[in-house]
Structures are given as C-alpha cells and as structure tokens.
T-cell receptor, first 115, second 115 residues
C-alpha cells in the first residue's frame, strides 16, 4: 500500500533563507507522481510542484524545487529565499499509476517564516 | 488549469440532519474526488466520484453515510448524512484530467460545523 511520511510537524526559517521540508514515500508501483501543496490559513490547496517517477531531472518552479532521491524514496521540497507569505501548511502527496488515479497526502509540515 | 467551485462554502447544521455539497468544474475532467480534512489534520480521501456509476469508497467510508453523485463530467455532489459533531470538517472536491495531466486541482472547500 502506498504511504507518505512527513516527519516535521513544524519548521521555522528566517526570512530570505532557504528551507527544506522532508517527505518520504513508499510504493510498489514503478509509476507514480509526487506533489507538494501549500495550504495557507484561508484553507485553499495551492499546487506547488510535481515530480514524476520517471523524470530524470528534479522539478523546479520558481523558488520551489523538489529534491527527488528515488533510491531513498524521498521527495523533499526546497524553498529558496523564504518570504513571510510562505508561512503556511505544506503537504506532500503521491499518486500511483498513470494519470488519473487517487492521490494520498502526508500529515503536513507547518512552516513559520520569521522576519 | 481547471477552476473548481463548491457550494456552500460553509454551513452550520444540527445533528441528525443531512447536507449536500455541490462541486462544479469549469471544464471536462476525467477524475473527481472528495476529501475530508478534519481540524488540524491532513486530507483523507473519502471516495472517487465515477461518472454514471457508483462512487468508489475508501476504507472507513460508506455510501450510506456519504452518498455521492456524478451525473456528468463537470459536476458532482457529496451528501453528509445523519450528521454528528464528528463530521465537522472541511470537505474538498478535487479533480484532474487524467491521461498524463499531472496537476490535481482543488475546490475552495466547504467548512461544516455540526452542533
């Protein structure tokens, strides 16, 4: 069965510094996708970044990058140059199989950015 | 991208009553899902809404409690039946296009409080 683990309930980072949010996963399916979402206090789920299991390069989207280490089954999110608006809950998620299948979520990490 | 709307955005209900949540997507999507997010928790998948057939429920969720309809490719409803205070949660509709389209979109959620 698929599983997503986020071991950091909360993280603090100084404004303008980089921060890494950890995520490990477990699946027996060779084809899967990994996602990161941001959930601010408003409650909306904001898609940040996606990494496919067959992608050779780490995904990047602006200040977000995904450090994909397939052998270790980890998919850490790196946020560079943190901003106060980055303070939010961050969820790692995984979807098995080809496009269209269900996605499961980790427990989340709450990020606090300090001025 | 797909824009997803949900109605109502929030509601306060009495125990023993039922509430139907509507989800509308602005374009045709292959897969639609319903998630529950209990206070301070991560997202838990309730079911996959299948067009023209019965929804596929995850472990711990049953059709009698959470009946789901999906009459076409852009619309779905979730009913929370015979509510109790434990059903107080945010209910989120989600969709993706399938077929290799990786991004999974979320509606703004319905905040439900059961008294």
């Amino acid at each position: 069965a698929q599983k997503i683990t986020q071991t950091q309930p909360g993280m603090f980072v100084q404004e303008k510094e980089a921060v890494t949010l950890d995520c490990t996963y477990d699946t027996s399916d060779p084809s899967y996708g990994l996602f990161w979402y941001k959930q601010p206090s408003s409650g909306e789920m904001i898609f940040l970044i996606y990494q496919g299991s067959y992608d050779q390069q780490n995904a990047t989207e602006g200040r977000y990058s995904l450090n994909f280490q397939k052998a270790r089954k980890s998919a850490n999110l790196v946020i560079s140059a943190s901003q106060l608006g980055d303070s939010a809950m961050y969820f790692c998620a995984m979807r098995e199989g080809g496009g269209g299948f269900k996605t499961i979520f980790g427990a989340g990490t709450r990020l606090f950015v300090k001025a | 991208s797909a824009v997803i709307s949900q109605k109502p955005s929030r509601d306060i209900c009495q125990r023993g009553t039922s509430l139907t949540i509507q989800c509308q997507v602005d374009s045709q999507v292959t897969m639609m899902f319903w998630y529950r997010q209990q206070p301070g928790q991560s997202l838990t998948l309730i079911a996959t809404a299948n067009q023209g057939s019965e929804a596929t429920y995850e472990s711990g969720f049953v059709i009698d409690k959470f009946p789901i309809s999906r009459p076409n490719l852009t619309f779905s409803t979730l009913t929370v039946s015979n509510m109790s205070p434990e059903d107080s949660s945010i209910y989120l509709c989600s969709a993706n296009r399938g077929g290799g389209q990786e991004t999974q979109y979320f509606g703004p959620g319905t905040r439900l409080l059961v008294l």
